[in-house]
């Protein structure tokens, strides 16, 4: 079965950085695309990053220059460098794939990692 594991989430002071993980478990053909989301307290739910399977990427304007999205295609892994974290960063953070297995594709939702930055 495939899952989505995310990973690194934390407590951490403003100006710090964290980097988040999200592996894929179980047997996929290709990541068609993956997109980090959060969700702070009585917010909706927004795009952070995302990148695709040629390796492009696109950032919200919030974390433009501080959030890095990336991948390792070997580990069917993708990342999320968060440097020099500010309070309103704080939120939960999720990451969707869009994963191709065998002729489909299917669309999957982390269980959600807790970032937050202290003042």
């Known amino acids: 079965q495939v899952q989505l594991v995310e990973s690194g989430g934390g407590l951490v002071q403003a100006g710090g950085s964290l980097r988040l993980s999200c592996a894929v478990s179980?047997?996929?053909?290709?990541?068609?695309?993956m997109t980090w989301y959060r969700q702070a307290p009585g917010k909706q739910r927004g795009m952070v990053a995302a990148?695709?399977?040629?390796?492009?990427?696109n950032t919200a304007d919030s974390v433009k220059g501080r959030f890095t999205i990336s991948k390792d295609n070997a580990k069917n892994t993708v990342y999320l460098q968060m440097n020099s974290l500010k309070p309103e960063d704080t939120a939960v953070y999720y990451c969707?794939?869009?994963?191709?297995?065998?002729?489909?594709?299917?669309?999957?939702w982390g269980q959600g990692t807790q970032v937050t930055v202290s003042s």
């Open positions: 179980g047997t996929i053909s290709r990541i068609n695309a």
């Open positions: 990148i695709t399977s040629t390796g492009s990427t």
């Open positions: 969707h794939g869009e994963l191709r297995i065998g002729a489909y594709d299917y669309s999957y």
